[in-house]
């Protein structure tokens, strides 16, 4: 069965920086296209990130500068390096993976950026 675990996700202060990481299970990963999104309270899901199985990224105009994705195959794990936090990158992050289409989620690490 597959499974995403995300973890890294806290508090920080306007500024900071975190990683996310997101470990996968029961899956070839190295064919999946992988995502980040987050949902803030009272507004829709957004993409921040996505890498495809081939390496292309692509970054929400938000994040751009700001955030890196980047996956290790070796280590069945895809990552989210956040700098510069701004107090509007509050949110639960999730990650993905999708193949043709099917798309599996994992349950969300919570962060929260706030003096």
């Known amino acids: 069965q597959v499974q995403l675990v995300e973890s890294g996700g806290g508090l920080v202060q306007p500024g900071g920086s975190l990683r996310l990481s997101c470990a996968a299970s029961?899956?070839?990963?190295?064919?999946?296209?992988l995502g980040w999104y987050r949902q803030a309270p009272g507004k829709q899901r957004e993409l921040v990130a996505r890498?495809?199985?081939?390496?292309?990224?692509n970054y929400a105009d938000s994040v751009k500068g700001r955030f890196t994705i980047s996956r290790d195959n070796a280590k069945n794990t895809v990552y989210l390096r956040m700098n510069s936090l701004k107090p509007g990158d509050t949110a639960v992050y999730h990650c993905?993976?999708?193949?043709?289409?099917?798309?599996?989620w994992g349950q969300g690490t919570q962060v929260t950026v706030s003096s």
């Open positions: 890498i495809t199985s081939g390496g292309t990224t």
């Open positions: 993905s993976a999708d193949l043709h289409g099917e798309t599996t």
């Open positions: 029961g899956i070839i990963f190295s064919i999946y296209d």
